[in-house]
């Protein structure tokens, strides 16, 4: 069955960078879309960004030029590169990868928090 574990969650610094990681087994990330989201305490779950066919991405507009996503074939994990980071960064992230026509898969997110 598909599993995915994250890891990478922790404190940082507002300006500072986290590397988050979600392997995966059941699936491979690179034949699927795969994705990263958000949720702040009393918001809406967001999408962050998105990754197809290990090469198309997407973003949303507040993390463009400072978050990569990007998938590792050799370790088949999706991973989040987040840089100058910011307060309001801080979130549970989720990643998740869509196989087939409509079946999502979730990982157990991981805490970011930006704060001094």
């Known amino acids: 069955q598909v599993q995915l574990v994250e890891s990478g969650g922790g404190l940082v610094q507002p300006g500072g960078s986290l590397r988050l990681s979600c392997s995966a087994s059941g699936i491979r990330f690179s034949s699927n879309t795969a994705a990263w989201h958000r949720q702040a305490p009393g918001k809406e779950r967001e999408l962050v960004a998105t990754i197809t066919g290990g090469f198309v991405t997407t973003y949303v507009d507040s993390v463009k030029g400072r978050f990569t996503i990007f998938v590792d074939n050799a370790k088949n994990t999706v991973n989040l590169h987040m840089n100058s980071l910011k307060p309001d960064d801080t979130a549970v992230y989720y990643c998740?990868?869509?196989?087939?026509?409509?079946?999502?898969?979730w990982g157990q997110g991981t805490q970011v928090t930006v704060s001094s």
């Open positions: 998740n990868v869509r196989v087939g026509f409509r079946n999502d898969y």
